[in-house]
């Protein structure tokens, strides 16, 4: 049971193309976002389209498989855990940011590779 305290799952479309970086460590992490929709109708009893965007964050070989596989629009599901953290900008502002942990993605769909990916 205690894996499942903190775990999420997620069937959405991206929201951008995946960038890796590599850290000083030698530590590898990749950010997205992750857009998932509802639909529901409301006390009204007319119909809402709601999109929710996620924070994504993955590391070392979940980063690398991010980085060369997935697109924006790409339509994948993802499991993780949910981490909060917070953080002053440089105006000295507190933001409290809400991040998805990879610990395992599904591509959903089949996408087309361009030819300059594999290179």
């Known amino acids: 049971m205690n894996a499942l305290r903190n775990r999420v799952m997620l069937l959405g479309n991206l929201g951008q193309d995946p960038e890796i970086k590599n850290l000083e460590n030698g530590k590898k ?18 119909k809402v389209k709601e999109t929710t965007w996620h924070n994504i964050t993955a590391w070392n070989g979940l980063a690398e498989v991010a980085s060369k596989y997935l697109r924006k629009g790409q339509e994948v599901l993802v499991e993780g855990r949910i981490v909060y953290r917070t953080y002053e900008d440089k105006k000295g502002i507190t933001k409290n940011v809400t991040d ?11 996408t087309k590779v361009n030819a300059k990916d594999e290179e």
């Open 29 to 46: 992490v990749v950010h997205f976002t992750l857009a998932t929709k509802e639909d529901y109708k409301n006390t009204d009893g007319q």
């Open 100 to 110: 998805i942990v990879l610990s395992d993605l599904q591509l959903l769909r089949s």
